[in-house]
């Protein structure tokens, strides 16, 4: 089995441009307004890692994204509906109602909404890899380890209200403050644990079912 290429990968080049496009209007924008430690954050390292798999049609990278960001990008959709009803399920896009961040930069966050479905779309056509689990372990916890100890807690500085902080909850659920029920190391390591037997495990044995193995 080829660990980066699906025979059956066969991908729409106006959707690949498209997706470049995007990402490059995206990255410029995003960095001057949050800065470079931003793509820090798992969905946006799922979205260029979608992006370097679509030119390379490659069903491990695909497969990658998928197993790490569907159900909190899924979750982000749901919330993301039910706060435009003023009914917001667990606050998570809050951020995507807030004017200190400008109109365009939130249209750009969009991708969070509209991801995951790509990623359930290029499934069915790569099929998913079993060895896009650990891939996506070393780059997420890598990811956790830097945000942990060098990315601020929260909250984000007044003179500076957009800086990323509390990056992927490494300090608890909300921005506001850490959190304050247990020990900051003890979150720490209760957050790795539940992102992989909650989030990675329980995704990776689902796409497992639903989606064939790539074919040589």
């Not at 992927?168 to 850490?178: C, E, I, R």
Request: proline share 9%.
């Amino acid at each position: 089995m080829s660990l980066f290429r699906s025979a059956t990968s066969h991908l729409p080049r106006e959707l690949r441009w498209f997706l470049t496009i995007y990402v490059a209007v995206l990255i410029p924008i995003y960095l001057a307004t949050y800065g470079p430690t931003n793509f820090l954050y798992f969905c946006d390292m799922a979205l260029l890692l979608t992006l370097v798999a679509m030119w390379h049609k490659s069903a491990l990278l695909v497969s990658a994204a998928a197993v790490g960001i569907l159900l909190p990008q899924l979750l982000w959709a749901l919330d993301f509906m039910s706060s435009l009803l003023g009914m917001p399920i667990t606050g998570m896009t809050e951020y995507m109602f807030q004017d200190t961040i400008p109109l365009h930069v939130r249209v750009l966050s969009l991708f969070h909404f509209w991801l995951p479905f790509l990623l359930i779309w290029l499934l069915r056509r790569t099929g998913y890899h079993p060895q896009g689990l650990p891939v996506w372990m070393v780059l997420s916890f890598t990811s956790l380890y830097i945000c942990y100890f060098f990315i601020p807690a929260p909250p984000a500085p007044v003179s500076n209200p957009n800086l990323p902080v509390n990056i992927n909850y490494v300090y608890g659920f909300s921005d506001a403050a850490p959190q304050s029920w247990m020990p900051e190391l003890a979150w720490f390591v209760l957050l790795q644990l539940m992102l992989v037997f909650l989030v990675f495990l329980p995704s990776h044995w689902a796409l497992k079912r639903l989606y064939p193995a790539p074919r040589e």
